[in-house]
């Protein structure tokens, strides 16, 4: 199956939410076998099947066969709309960090936002299986791809009705962000300025509740848009492929829609380089970098661009017949594939499974196949009790649990992967989406193509599978142990970070620059290169001067006479770069494993879930394993990495006295508690397929000793029937 980001096993997501299909039909399942001919001869006879225009279906004879009439074309479309959609929900995730700074949200905010489209998506996704048959499939398709555009353009809507970004709170609104206002100056002239604090009236205050509403709004319309496309797409293809053709298609759906995810942080990695106001620059331009701590990328650009992708791929949804020919030919170089590879073995398996799949329908009774015959009332009644008896399956039940463990895992690592890149090793936000867009995601999709190829190539039973799960995740596992130690402790930020177990707070400056009145709500940092001590802005570091110099084409802001920094000696604009940004390659390599160890481990897990439970609820099954993911872990996993992160930050900034974004993070404590987080999701899932495999190798010493027991009559039998031969046979 499909992925989300990183384990592939839902998001991009994640995610990649391709389980989802599954409820209504999924080609493993009894669903995608039973036949809808009786349905088309109907309309056939009354001349009433679907077309675009909603007519008549006029005699093929009599008109030449509609481009839209080919269940190719529709894979193509399917395949455009599936990698838009992943690119628009896997955007936010690349610039989270960049919402926070520009809105002022912690990271516990900011994770509730990521993982809020998954409340719209999951309250309705179990009315897949009940509405799936009684709509026109490709024009409902077509309407949650436009709810999906919509949504993108609600993310971006807040940076259109929000003021211009003031990176330089101490700069009245009529003079150049980045002055001399942040300056050590005396306290007469340095007061005016913080009447700035008289901006926080309730119409900003109002406003910045807008704004965040307005974002809350788009995520849950975006899962709402959602619901339709993956389900409706994958049974729509399974209905009317050939059957032979039907897994080549999915499985090129499922290529391409993988690519999502990739390009969805290669489009945040190139838009962030651009400007936050780049359609409203001021017009004495900006002093910023994107290397500055202060920079805000244009996010809402990719949410523009993502929408009208979204929004031309549901275009052609509208043209689909709601019924279409099934497809009559197998494709050609398939023929030839399994021409070569054909044997007698493989034939006597296909006539076998062809008998069982023609006389499965008759000993159906699921619940996918039984909902278009009850009423809304009556399928929310017969769920739970399905539900119920499913959950009852030991092995299907630890199956889903290290499922959500995995999941849990993929989803904080995929939300505030880029900001942790940011804050250990001091790279660019758009660099760090271009590191997990370049490396991370590449190596998920390995490891699923990987898992599939084993379990395919070497046939793997239920034990074997769940072996190879569990030597996965070992070595996950272990890769993760160096992670703790990649990375280096919060250079030493004066006035915050300066004595081990002391509580951060403004009164603990030096009282060299207790003179310069500085506000307590600026924020433009500086760094003294030599001592590595980095000052909240050039007033706490006693500057009086400032002053650039241009340098190989690149201007290079210093702050001179500074009474409280050693010898009196210039600082440089900007944070301290890190000491171990050298050691950022090794640990997206070390992830980018881990993360291809994990995903082999999904199709080998997917198959222990189709083969523990009945023929009749394996659809139902992967359903409810798809919504326990959603429920257990996408949804509630970004506020659980979210809320760690808050807790290793140092200094928070103020906005209109309440605590905004944080500027400084304990290192030491963000590292060891987001890897802490990721190790200890593996090491559950670690322990589910441990469970998993002991329990299975309890069922085979079960059956071996059935077996032994109900064998001596057998063989006193054959032994009996042996000697009444051996006359016989020595007369002969």
């Not at 610039?95 to 936002?113: D, N």
């Not at 555009?149 to 003079?175: C, K, R, V, W």
């Not at 999941?407 to 758009?430: C, D, H, I, N, Y």
């Amino acid at each position: 199956m499909g992925p989300r980001i990183g384990y592939l096993g839902q998001d991009h997501s994640l995610g990649f939410h391709l389980h989802s299909h599954s409820l209504a039909g999924c080609p493993t399942g009894p669903v995608s076998e039973e036949p809808q001919m009786p349905d088309k001869d109907i309309k056939a006879m009354m001349g009433t099947e679907d077309t675009p225009g909603g007519k008549a279906s006029p005699d093929p004879q009599d008109s030449r066969p509609s481009v839209f009439h080919s269940i190719k074309v529709f894979v193509l479309c399917h395949s455009l709309l599936q990698l838009a959609q992943l690119m628009i929900s896997g955007y936010l995730k690349g610039s989270i960090s960049t919402v926070e700074k520009r809105f002022g949200l912690s990271s516990q905010t900011s994770g509730l936002l990521a993982a809020f489209n998954e409340v719209g998506n999951t309250a309705l996704i179990v009315f897949v299986s009940y509405f799936g048959s009684r709509v026109h499939r490709p024009r409902l398709i077509g309407c949650g791809a436009i709810l999906v555009a919509l949504a993108g353009l609600l993310m971006a809507l807040p940076h259109f009705i929000s003021e211009p970004y003031h990176f330089d709170n101490t700069s009245p609104a009529d003079m150049p962000q980045d002055s001399e206002a942040s300056l050590c100056l005396p306290s007469t002239s340095a007061r005016a300025p913080a009447s700035s604090n008289s901006s926080c009236s309730s119409h900003t205050q109002a406003q910045h509740l807008v704004t965040v509403g307005i974002m809350f709004t788009a995520q849950t319309v975006l899962g709402v848009g959602g619901v339709p496309i993956q389900p409706f797409g994958i049974s729509y293809i399974d209905d009317f492929a050939h059957n032979s053709n039907s897994p080549l298609y999915l499985g090129i759906l499922f290529a391409v829609t993988m690519l999502g995810p990739g390009m969805a942080y290669g489009l945040g990695g190139l838009m962030l380089r651009l400007y936050v106001d780049i359609n409203r620059m001021p017009e004495g331009g900006i002093n910023l970098t994107s290397k500055d701590p202060r920079w805000v990328g244009a996010w809402w650009l990719g949410f523009l661009i993502s929408a009208g992708v979204v929004a031309l791929a549901a275009v052609p949804y509208f043209f689909f017949p709601r019924e279409m020919p099934k497809e009559k030919h197998e494709l050609r170089f398939r023929r030839r594939v399994l021409a070569v590879s054909a044997s007698p073995v493989s034939k006597s398996e296909d006539s076998s499974s062809e008998q069982s799949t023609e006389a499965s329908p008759e000993k159906k009774a699921g619940l996918a196949q039984i909902a278009p015959n009850l009423t809304v009332v009556q399928f929310i009644k017969v769920f739970p009790r399905v539900l119920l008896r499913t959950l009852r399956h030991p092995i299907f039940l630890l199956v889903v649990l290290s499922q959500v463990c995995t999941s849990s895992m993929v989803a904080g690592m995929a939300t505030f992967l880029p900001k942790f890149l940011e804050r250990q090793f001091s790279v660019t936000a758009s660099f760090a989406n271009l590191l997990i867009g370049c490396v991370t995601i590449p190596l998920a999709i390995m490891g699923i193509v990987t898992g599939g190829f084993l379990v395919k190539r070497l046939r793997l039973g239920p034990m074997r599978c769940s072996i190879l799960c569990l030597l996965g995740m070992l070595f996950c596992l272990l890769l993760s142990l160096p992670l703790f130690f990649m990375g280096c402790s919060t250079h030493h930020i004066a006035g915050i970070i300066h004595q081990p177990g002391a509580q951060p707070g403004l009164e603990r400056f030096p009282g060299c620059m207790e003179p310069c009145s500085c506000p307590s709500d600026d924020f433009n940092p500086v760094c003294e290169p030599s001592s590595r001590v980095e000052y909240l802005t050039p007033c706490h570091a006693g500057c009086t001067s400032r002053m650039v110099q241009d340098a190989l084409g690149k201007s290079q802001v210093f702050y001179t006479n500074c009474s409280c920094v050693a010898g009196g000696s210039p600082v440089l604009a900007g944070s301290c770069d890190s000491a171990c940004s050298h050691l950022v390659l090794p640990f997206m390599i070390l992830v980018g494993l881990g993360a291809t160890l994990a995903s082999v481990t999904h199709t080998p897990s997917f198959m222990l879930i189709l083969r523990g439970v009945k023929k009749e609820d394996k659809t139902l099954a992967v359903g409810i394993q798809f919504m326990l993911q959603r429920v257990l872990a996408w949804m509630p996993s970004p506020v659980i990495h979210g809320t760690a992160i808050d807790t290793t930050c140092v200094h928070w900034a103020q906005s209109c006295g309440r605590r905004a974004v944080c500027r400084y993070y304990d290192n030491d404590l963000l590292r060891n508690r987001f890897i802490g987080l990721q190790f200890f999701f593996k090491t559950s899932s670690l322990a589910c397929f441990a469970l998993i495999l002991a329990i299975l190798r309890q069922q085979n010493k079960e059956e071996g000793t059935k077996a032994t027991v109900s064998s001596p009559g057998l063989q006193q039998q054959l032994l009996a029937s042996g000697r009444e031969k051996k006359p016989e046979e020595s007369r002969v």
